[in-house]
Nanobody, 125 residues
Framework: QVQLVESGGGLVLAGGSLRLSCEVS????????LAWFRQAPGKEREFVAG????????QYADAVKGRFTISKVNVLNSVFLQMDSLEPEDTAVYYC??????????????????WGTGTQVTVSS
């Protein structure tokens, strides 16, 4: 059983930064593709950023490209999302997800087998 636990959410002013962390249990962490999704009230869950098992060519949604950075640290069994220049439109619950296939990085919810419970990010103007 693979478990994902997110942390690092909170309340921040527009223009500020947050760093989300996701710790992943399981011996096969190195082989997973990992992604961050978000879901705002009344909206569908959407892809934010993803990284393949070998950290090659991270993928980003157009809305966050140039502001967010995803990284994976195998020795920590963790994936991170550095969020800079935050905007009120970034307000959402952020979820970490794992795909045991490892590659490529998918942008659809259905491709990910394991999910965390989410962490709230609120950006005030």
């Amino acid at each position: 059983q693979v478990q994902l636990v997110e942390s690092g959410g909170g309340l921040v002013l527009a223009g500020g930064s947050l760093r989300l962390s996701c710790e992943v249990s399981g011996r096969q962490f190195r082989s997973y593709a990992l992604a961050w999704f978000r879901q705002a009230p009344g909206k569908e869950r959407e892809f934010v950023a993803g990284i393949s098992w070998n950290s090659d060519t991270p993928q980003y949604a157009d809305a966050v490209k140039g502001r967010f950075t995803i990284s994976k640290v195998n020795v920590l069994n963790s994936v991170f999302l550095q969020m800079d220049s935050l905007e009120p439109e970034d307000t959402a619950v952020y979820y970490c997800a794992a795909d045991t296939g490892g590659w490529p990085v998918f942008r659809t919810v259905a491709e990910y087998e394991y999910w965390g419970t989410g962490t709230q990010v609120t950006v005030s103007s």
